[in-house]
């Protein structure tokens, strides 16, 4: 996660696990319990501030980050929306 040399690339169980280029994130953290709506709705918050800034433009699909195992109470859970962004100009 931090680096290329905390572990091996390969299958790890039902896991696929691979080093990916690094990219350019817009990011909205969010505590409690995820649900699809929740997480559509902080897409589109997303979405709407990076078609709005005129600094960049999306460039891939969202994703969700949930930093905490189901012993948290979901109410006090973690989660990292992020849309991959890219300068405006970088077209």
Do not use: F
Not at 30 to 55: C, Y
């Amino acid at each position: 996660y931090r680096s290329a040399d905390l572990g091996p690339e390969g299958a790890a169980g039902s896991v696929q696990v691979y080093d990916a280029p690094p990219i350019t994130v817009i990011a909205l953290g969010v505590q409690g319990d995820m649900s699809g709506p929740d997480v559509s709705s902080a897409i589109e918050r997303l979405t709407v501030w990076v078609e709005s800034s005129g600094e960049c433009t999306i460039a891939g699909d969202p994703r969700q980050l949930s930093y905490n195992g189901p012993k948290q109470r979901a109410a006090r859970r973690w989660h990292e929306v992020q849309i991959p962004v890219q300068r405006a100009d970088a077209h």
